[in-house]
């Protein structure tokens, strides 16, 4: 069973910066497109960054520019590097293969809090 473990979370005045780090296990790592999601109270999950088995990325418009994410395939590791953070990035992360992948749960993520 594919398990996925983020970290990096934390306290951050607005201005600072961020790297979340997403640990898989399973041969699904190499093979697949990967996403960070977040998901603020009261708001639907959302895709914010994604990258490809071969390294192409996308990313939502509110974070472009600011988040970039990265993956290193030999450690099964995705990361978020995410600079000029703004207290609306207020959120819990996650990782998750993008398109989702049946039978890939949510971990517990890693709560980010960007103070004004």
């Known amino acids: 069973q594919v398990q996925l473990v983020e970290s990096g979370g934390g306290l951050v005045q607005a201005g600072g910066s961020l790297r979340l780090s997403c640990a898989a296990s399973?041969?699904?790592?190499?093979?697949?497109?990967m996403g960070w999601y977040r998901q603020a109270p009261g708001n639907q999950r959302e895709l914010v960054a994604a990258?490809?088995?071969?390294?192409?990325?996308n990313y939502a418009d509110s974070v472009k520019g600011r988040f970039t994410i990265s993956r290193d395939n030999a450690k099964n590791t995705v990361y978020l590097q995410m600079n000029s953070l703004q207290p609306e990035d207020t959120s819990v992360y996650y990782c998750?293969?993008?398109?989702?992948?049946?039978?890939?749960?949510w971990g517990q993520g890693t709560q980010v809090t960007v103070s004004s």
């Open positions: 998750n293969p993008s398109p989702r992948v049946a039978g890939v749960y």
């Open positions: 399973g041969s699904i790592f190499s093979i697949n497109a």
């Open positions: 990258i490809s088995s071969g390294g192409s990325t």
